[in-house]
């Protein structure tokens, strides 16, 4: 079963949307097979997005991811990197399909209220980023 890392980001925890995310989540039929929540450092945040590091956005973003508590998940599913980007929906809101949690629930660009990773090999690096082998029950 393929794997994928979750963020449910400060922007919709602040606003009390872990329960209708999560509930998405398993409703297209992912297996949360390992869920905390987090109050993310700069250095931590700078880390995990390390590929954006020369972007313009990049102080905004970390400093955002850092602006309250996330929640950190593991999802499973056949298709799970693909499947979990699809339900995430476009980067920015106002472009993103109907059903889709960016398009439901986040406010901006900036606050787009979840994260996914968009490869295997960004999945690997953002799993083991933040879960020990241990912590993740398939
Ligand atoms: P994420 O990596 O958070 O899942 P994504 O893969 O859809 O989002 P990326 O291109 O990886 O988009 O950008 C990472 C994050 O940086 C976006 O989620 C968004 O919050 C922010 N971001 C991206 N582009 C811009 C921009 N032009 N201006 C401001 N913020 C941006
Ligand atoms: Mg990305």
Redesign the pocket.
Known sequence: MEQTF??I?PDAVERNLIGKILEKIETEGFRVASIKRALLTVLIAEGF?H??KE????K??TK?MCAGPVVLLVLEKEGAIKAW?KL?G???PAEADEGTI?KEFAVN????S?????APETAAFEISYFFSQTEIIS
Do not use: Q
Request: hydrophobic share 35%.
């Open positions: 979750a963020i980001k997005y590929v954006h972007r313009p956005f990049f905004d973003l955002s980007r995430m476009a980067t920015n960016r660009l900036e606050k787009n979840v994260h996914g990773s968009d």
